[in-house]
């Protein structure tokens, strides 16, 4: 049982959650092999390899490196007996493919040439071996190009590809198989195998869609609503964590755009600062969902009338000027909002998210 990677989820708190059921439930199903695709690797190497120690997932990667020792993260390769061949495993991810974490998008990974590094594993595989499947995390076009490039594969899955192959396709004597994408399908491939030299002499390929058609296995329905259930949970008790309890219902947040009327060149300031994109670089994270962030990256989200997903209040995305200053009608021309602004920086450049906080520097950032 063979998968060419992006096992995990999106990079998001709710996806990570889930991520580890899928995890789990995996480890169940017995893989001999998982190839490793930049997803991942979304949530950083010490959560893939806590899952991989868990749950016995057999990851495996030719080419991608710590950046600062220049070692391999996971095994090179995997060596794994059927019916007396003995077949080894190898993957690459492409270079295209940008790792990027749940919390940083320099992940201190490099992935290497696929070309240049099967071409210096398969040999030594073949001294082991009698028949080499490569977990090809490339994507279709660059999956024939390395395939094209380096002899000795006999057999391809491709991965990070939506496309479906429902029977054999040979290039350059290796033989591609394709069943993506999100588990939706199962491929199986009964191979005919010449026992004298491990060649792959002929293939028959069966793909099934695991759609309505397909009955659930009881076990693992139990185990799906369950953890349903309490994936709920979680999800309530992140949002329990962060009431909108503070403010008052009779105050209004106006919008940064009222400001603009009497303080235009104030407002100019304010777009060319990093408060006015705020969200966005949460939602790059996959984070504009997270309460913990949106608490900081939006404005007024614990209080009243303050940001939420429904309209008006999503209006409210970044930091905007109230976020600093206060509910608009509260609007005060006696110096009380200056001083206010002031005091609410150390609410979200606390010692967690801003341990380099320095007021008189921060404030040449977004100065007005």
Same mark, same amino acid.
């Given at each position: 049982?063979?998968?060419?990677?992006?096992?995990?989820?999106?990079? %998001?708190?709710?996806?990570?959650?889930?991520?580890?059921?899928?995890?789990? /439930?995996?480890?169940?199903?017995?893989?001999?092999?998982?190839?490793?695709?930049?997803?991942?690797?979304?949530?950083?190497?010490?959560?893939?390899?806590?899952?991989?120690?868990?749950?016995?997932?057999?990851?495996?990667?030719?080419?991608?490196?710590?950046?600062?020792?220049?070692?391999?993260?996971?095994?090179?390769?995997?060596?794994?007996?059927?019916?007396?061949?003995?077949?080894?495993?190898?993957?690459?991810?492409?270079?295209?493919?940008?790792?990027?974490? =749940?919390?940083?998008?320099?992940?201190?990974?490099?992935?290497?040439?696929?070309?240049?590094?099967?071409?210096?594993?398969?040999?030594?595989?073949?001294?082991?071996?009698?028949?080499?499947?490569?977990?090809?995390?490339?994507?279709?076009?660059?999956?024939?190009? /390395?395939?094209?490039?380096?002899?000795?594969?006999?057999?391809?899955?491709?991965?990070?590809?939506?496309?479906?192959?429902?029977?054999? $396709?040979?290039?350059?004597?290796?033989?591609?198989?394709?069943?993506?994408?999100?588990?939706?399908?199962?491929?199986?491939?009964?191979?005919?195998?010449?026992?004298?030299?491990?060649?792959?002499?002929?293939?028959?390929?069966?793909?099934?869609?695991?759609?309505?058609?397909?009955?659930?296995?009881?076990? =693992?329905?139990?185990?799906?609503?369950?953890?349903?259930?309490?994936?709920? #949970?979680?999800?309530?008790?992140?949002?329990?964590?962060?009431?909108?309890?503070?403010?008052?219902?009779? #105050?209004?947040?106006?919008?940064?755009?009222? @400001?603009?009327?009497?303080?235009?060149?104030?407002?100019?300031?304010?777009?060319?600062?990093?408060?006015? %994109?705020?969200?966005?670089?949460?939602?790059?994270?996959?984070?504009?969902?997270?309460?913990?962030?949106?608490?900081? +990256?939006?404005?007024?989200?614990?209080?009243?009338?303050?940001?939420?997903?429904?309209?008006?209040? %999503?209006?409210?995305?970044?930091?905007?000027?109230?976020? @600093?200053?206060?509910?608009?009608?509260? +609007?005060? $021309?006696?110096?009380?909002?200056?001083?206010?602004?002031?005091?609410? @920086?150390?609410? @979200?450049?606390?010692?967690? %998210?801003?341990?380099?906080?320095?007021?008189?520097?921060?404030? #040449?950032?977004?100065? +007005?």
């Amino acid at each position: 049982m063979l998968d060419g990677g992006d096992l995990m989820g999106k990079r %998001n708190k709710n996806d990570q959650h889930q991520t580890r059921f899928l995890c789990e /439930v995996t480890g169940d199903f017995g893989y001999d092999g998982i190839g490793l695709g930049e997803a991942d690797l979304n949530y950083g190497l010490d959560f893939l390899k806590e899952m991989i120690q868990k749950y016995d997932l057999p990851y495996t990667s030719a080419n991608v490196v710590d950046r600062k020792t220049g070692e391999l993260i996971l095994p090179e390769y995997l060596v794994v007996e059927k019916n007396g061949i003995k077949f080894g495993l190898v993957s690459v991810l492409g270079t295209r493919h940008k790792i990027i974490t =749940m919390t940083n998008t320099d992940s201190g990974l490099e992935v290497k040439d696929p070309v240049t590094t099967l071409r210096d594993v398969l040999p030594r595989m073949r001294k082991e071996v009698d028949t080499i499947v490569l977990l090809g995390h490339l994507g279709q076009g660059d999956t024939d190009t /390395v395939v094209r490039e380096v002899k000795g594969i006999d057999i391809c899955i491709m991965g990070h590809t939506h496309r479906i192959l429902k029977s054999e $396709r040979i290039v350059e004597d290796t033989i591609f198989l394709a069943a993506p994408h999100e588990g939706r399908y199962a491929g199986r491939a009964d191979l005919f195998i010449d026992d004298t030299n491990g060649k792959v002499m002929a293939v028959e390929v069966e793909l099934t869609s695991l759609d309505e058609a397909v009955e659930d296995e009881p076990e =693992m329905a139990l185990r799906v609503e369950g953890y349903k259930a309490s994936f709920e #949970e979680y999800k309530l008790a992140k949002r329990a964590a962060f009431p909108r309890d503070l403010g008052s219902e009779k #105050e209004s947040y106006l919008g940064s755009r009222s @400001c603009k009327g009497c303080h235009e060149d104030t407002w100019a300031a304010y777009t060319e600062s990093s408060h006015s %994109n705020a969200t966005s670089s949460i939602r790059a994270k996959g984070q504009a969902k997270e309460p913990e962030c949106i608490l900081c +990256h939006t404005t007024g989200y614990r209080y009243k009338n303050g940001y939420a997903e429904e309209r008006p209040f %999503n209006q409210l995305s970044n930091v905007q000027c109230e976020a @600093c200053h206060g509910y608009g009608t509260e +609007h005060a $021309r006696d110096g009380k909002w200056l001083a206010q602004a002031q005091d609410s @920086c150390v609410t @979200c450049h606390d010692k967690e %998210n801003s341990p380099e906080f320095d007021y008189a520097t921060y404030w #040449e950032k977004i100065k +007005h």
